[in-house]
C-alpha cells in the first residue's frame, strides 16, 4: 500500500526594493543583488534570501582589523553649518546637505570641561569617518535642520559607505527629537525642527495609556524613517527614585511597573514585534539603572559615581529592563556608574563583567548589543581610573562591551587589538552583533530614503494632531477647591507663564498672554483680572556644568524668585500650574499659610499653552495621574533613600502622591447619579 506524503510548499522570496548608487546589479536566478564589494559574484552576505546571521559570519570572514575596529564605534558626525555642542555659537549659516569634513578634537571632557588624559576626537569629517576610520555608526544632533535637508544629506552619505570596500551602510542613531523638555539634560534631549511634538517623557508615564505610547513610537518612527535616521539613542528605563537627579524628565517615573509598562510600549511602537526594514533600532538605558545615584549626583562626574541601593531595591531597578527585552530591544546602554555595597565589582558598568555578562545576558537572557554611554573609556573610566587606555579597552570587551561611545578615532583601539590577540573573540562577537542589526534594518538592500517625501511625512497632521492629543492627556489635575474649575467663559485671566534660567535669572514677570483664546478674555496686569493662570517651569541646576555642590529642589533654588511668586498670587484668587521636570518641593509657595489664594493647582509635563488652556476651560477633561511623589520640603529629600520611590518613604514625604489625578465632574455624570 503506498501511502501519499502531503509536501508543504515552500513560498519564492520576495523580492526587496534595492536602492543603490555606485553598486552594479547582479541578476540571477530571477532576483536581483547588490555587488556590493565590486567582485562581479554574488557573495553570501549580499544575497538577501539568507539569514542576517549567516550573512554577518560571511561578511565577518572578509573585514579587516581596521574594518572591524571602525565597526565597534559611534560618535559624532556633523552636517554642513551644523552647530557642535562643543561650540554653540559657531553657526556660519543655514545648515545644508553638504559633507561637513571637519573634525573636532578636544582635550577636555565634552561635558563635563574636565582635562581628558589626550587629545579626544569627537567628531569626525564626513568623508574620513567613512574611508579612512571605516565607521558606520554616528550619533546625529542636529536640531535645527528641515527634514527634507536631513534626508539628502543621510542619502549622500550612504552613498559614500556603498562606494568604499566592502559597501556596508550607516545607521545613524539619534537621542530623542519629539518631546517638549526644559533642556535641562543638555545634548541628550531635544525638539527638532518639524517634527510632531509630544510631551516629554515623564509626560507620557503620566497619560497612563500604553496604547497612546504605542502610538507615540509607532508615529515618531514615520518621521524618523522619513529622514534617514534608524536608530534612537533611548528611552530611559530609570526609575525616578532620586528627586535631584537633572534626567528624570527623561525617565517614565518612579514606579517601575507603570515604567516597564511604559518602555515596553514604546520599544513596540518604534521597533514593531522583530527588527525590520520599517523599524526604528532602540537602546534601551542606562542598565542597570541610573537613577539611585548618591544624593541625585550624576555619574557624569567623578563625584557621582557612586549608584546606591539603601531601600534594597536593586532588583526593582531592572523589572523595566525586563520589559524592553521582552519586548526586543536591540541595544542596551549601561551608565557610567560603579555599584557600591552590593555583590558586584566596584568599577563602572561598562567595565563589570558580573553586570554586563553575568547579570545582562546570563541572567536576563538579552542577545543584543551592548552600546557603551559617550565616554567611558577617556572620560568617565570610574574605578579602574588607574588602567591604561590599553587596558581599559581589553577589560570592557572582556566585561561585554560590543560598541564605544564617544571616541572617532579608531588609532588607540586598533594599537589594543593588535596587541591583544587574545580578545579578538569579543571583537568578532561584538561585530557579528552591530552586522545583523544592519541586516534585519533591510540597510544592506536600501539605506536610502525618498527626499522629496521627508518634509511630507515629518510633521504630518495626523502625527502633531495626536501629539497635542498625548499633551492633554498628561495634564493632571491636582487640587480643585470649591469645583472652581473648569473655568466659566465670561472669566478675565491674567496668565503669566514663569519661566527663568538657573544661571542668569532676570528679575520681574515672566511672559504675559495677551492674545486671544477661545472662551477666555486675556488681560494684561493681575489688577484687571478676575483670576490669576500662574504657570510656573522651575529649572533644576543643569546636568552640563555642574558641581559638587548640593542639589536641591525647592523653587528659590531652582530659578524661581518666591518672593515675586507670593506677592503675585496674594493679589487676586489664583489657578497654579507647575511644569515638573523634576519632583519640586513648592512648601515655599503653597503652604498653611498661602493655600486658600490658589482655585486649583495643575501639573504639566511638556505641553503647548493651548493644551494648558484647553484643560483650564474644560475644552479637555484632565485624565492624568501623577508619575512620581512630590516631596513636602527639601528636609525630607535630604533624609530620603535614592532608591526608594516616594510612596515607599513614608506617611511625611509626599505632598502630591504617585498616581494622584482628578477629573471635571462633568453634567453627565451628575445626572446619572441623581437617576441612581
Not at 546625529?140 to 559614500?160: E, H, S
Not at 520681574?508 to 492674545?515: F, H, L
Not at 533613600?641 to 502622591?657: A, C, R, T
Amino acid at each position: 500500500m503506498l501511502i501519499g506524503c502531503a509536501q508543504t510548499e515552500i513560498p519564492a522570496p520576495e523580492q526587496p526594493e534595492l536602492g543603490h548608487r555606485s553598486a552594479a546589479i547582479l541578476d540571477i536566478d530571477g532576483y536581483q543583488f547588490k555587488d556590493l564589494n565590486k567582485n562581479g559574484t554574488l557573495d553570501p552576505y549580499e544575497d538577501w534570501r539568507l539569514s542576517p546571521e549567516e550573512r554577518s559570519k560571511d561578511l565577518l570572514g572578509r573585514m579587516s582589523l581596521e574594518e572591524k575596529a571602525g565597526m565597534l564605534l559611534i560618535a559624532d558626525m556633523m552636517m554642513q553649518n551644523e552647530v557642535s555642542i562643543m561650540n554653540p555659537s559657531g553657526q556660519a549659516g543655514p545648515i545644508t546637505a553638504a559633507f561637513n569634513e571637519k573634525d573636532i578634537v578636544v582635550d577636555r571632557n565634552q561635558f563635563t570641561g574636565e582635562p581628558l588624559p589626550h587629545p579626544l576626537m569627537n567628531t569626525v569629517g564626513t568623508t574620513k569617518g567613512i574611508r579612512d576610520h571605516k565607521m558606520r555608526h554616528f550619533i546625529w544632533r542636529t536640531t535645527t535642520a528641515p527634514p527634507g535637508t536631513m534626508a539628502k544629506w543621510a542619502n549622500r552619505v550612504q552613498a559614500l559607505a556603498e562606494s568604499d570596500r566592502l559597501g556596508i551602510p550607516v545607521l545613524f542613531a539619534s537621542n530623542p527629537r519629539n518631546h517638549i523638555s526644559t533642556g535641562a539634560l543638555g545634548a541628550t534631549a531635544s525638539t527638532s525642527v518639524g517634527f510632531s511634538k509630544w510631551p516629554s517623557e515623564i509626560g507620557l508615564a503620566a497619560m497612563r495609556d500604553s496604547v497612546m505610547i504605542h502610538r507615540f513610537g509607532d508615529m515618531a518612527r514615520r518621521e524618523w524613517l522619513a529622514a534617514g535616521i534608524r536608530k534612537g539613542y533611548m528611552y530611559m528605563a530609570d526609575l525616578a527614585t532620586e528627586p535631584r537627579w537633572q534626567r528624570i524628565e527623561g525617565t517614565f517615573g518612579e514606579d517601575p511597573e507603570l515604567a516597564a509598562q511604559s518602555v515596553a510600549a514604546v520599544t513596540l511602537g518604534f521597533q514593531g514585534d522583530s527588527l525590520n526594514r520599517d523599524s526604528v533600532a532602540l537602546t534601551t538605558k542606562h542598565f542597570p539603572g541610573g537613577g539611585a545615584t548618591y544624593k541625585g549626583f550624576d555619574p557624569h562626574y567623578t563625584y557621582g559615581r557612586n549608584a546606591v541601593f539603601p531601600g534594597g531595591q536593586f532588583e526593582n531597578n531592572l523589572l523595566p529592563f525586563k520589559a524592553a527585552i521582552k519586548a526586543g530591544t536591540s541595544s542596551i546602554m549601561p551608565y557610567y556608574s560603579l555599584p557600591v555595597n552590593t555583590k558586584y565589582e566596584e568599577v563602572a558598568y561598562a567595565y563589570n563583567e558580573g553586570i554586563l555578562r553575568d547579570l545582562l545576558r546570563d541572567e536576563l537572557g538579552f542577545e543584543g548589543i551592548i552600546n557603551s554611554d559617550t565616554g567611558p573609556i577617556e572620560s568617565m573610566p570610574w574605578g579602574v581610573d588607574e588602567l591604561s587606555i590599553e587596558e581599559r579597552y581589553v577589560k570592557a570587551l572582556e566585561s561585554g562591551i560590543n560598541m564605544f561611545a564617544g571616541n572617532a578615532d579608531p588609532t588607540q583601539l586598533i594599537n589594543t587589538l593588535e596587541a591583544h590577540p587574545e580578545i579578538i573573540s569579543y571583537v568578532d562577537e561584538s561585530v557579528q552583533l552591530l552586522l545583523e542589526e544592519l541586516f534585519k534594518l533591510g540597510l544592506f538592500e536600501n539605506p536610502y530614503v525618498d527626499e522629496e517625501k521627508a518634509d511630507a511625512v515629518v510633521g504630518k497632521k495626523e502625527f502633531t494632531e495626536a501629539g497635542r492629543e498625548a499633551q492633554r492627556k498628561s495634564i493632571v489635575l491636582l487640587r480643585n477647591e470649591q469645583q472652581a474649575l473648569p473655568l466659566p467663559g465670561d472669566a478675565k485671566v491674567y496668565f503669566e507663564e514663569y519661566a527663568k534660567h538657573d544661571n542668569w535669572m532676570e528679575s520681574g514677570p515672566g511672559r504675559i498672554y495677551a492674545q486671544d483664546y477661545k472662551g477666555l478674555a486675556f488681560v494684561s496686569s493681575p489688577g484687571e483680572a478676575d483670576v490669576i493662570l500662574l504657570w510656573l517651569k522651575p529649572a533644576i541646576r543643569p546636568l552640563f556644568p555642574a558641581d559638587d555642590s548640593p542639589l536641591r529642589v525647592i523653587l528659590s533654588a531652582c530659578a524661581v524668585d518666591v518672593d515675586y511668586v507670593n506677592e503675585l498670587t496674594a493679589k487676586k484668587p489664583t489657578i497654579l500650574a507647575i511644569n515638573y521636570s523634576n519632583p519640586f518641593a513648592i512648601n515655599e509657595i503653597y503652604n498653611d499659610q498661602t493655600k486658600d489664594r490658589f482655585l486649583g493647582v495643575m501639573a504639566t509635563f511638556g505641553v503647548e499653552p493651548d493644551a494648558l488652556l484647553d484643560v483650564v476651560t474644560g475644552k479637555y477633561n484632565p485624565s492624568g495621574k501623577m508619575p512620581f511623589t512630590t516631596p513636602v520640603n527639601q528636609r525630607v529629600v535630604e533624609n530620603n533613600k535614592e532608591d526608594l520611590p516616594g510612596y515607599l518613604e513614608g506617611d511625611d514625604y509626599g505632598l502630591f502622591q504617585f498616581g494622584e489625578g482628578l477629573g471635571y465632574i462633568t453634567i453627565t455624570l451628575i445626572l446619572h447619579h441623581f437617576l441612581l
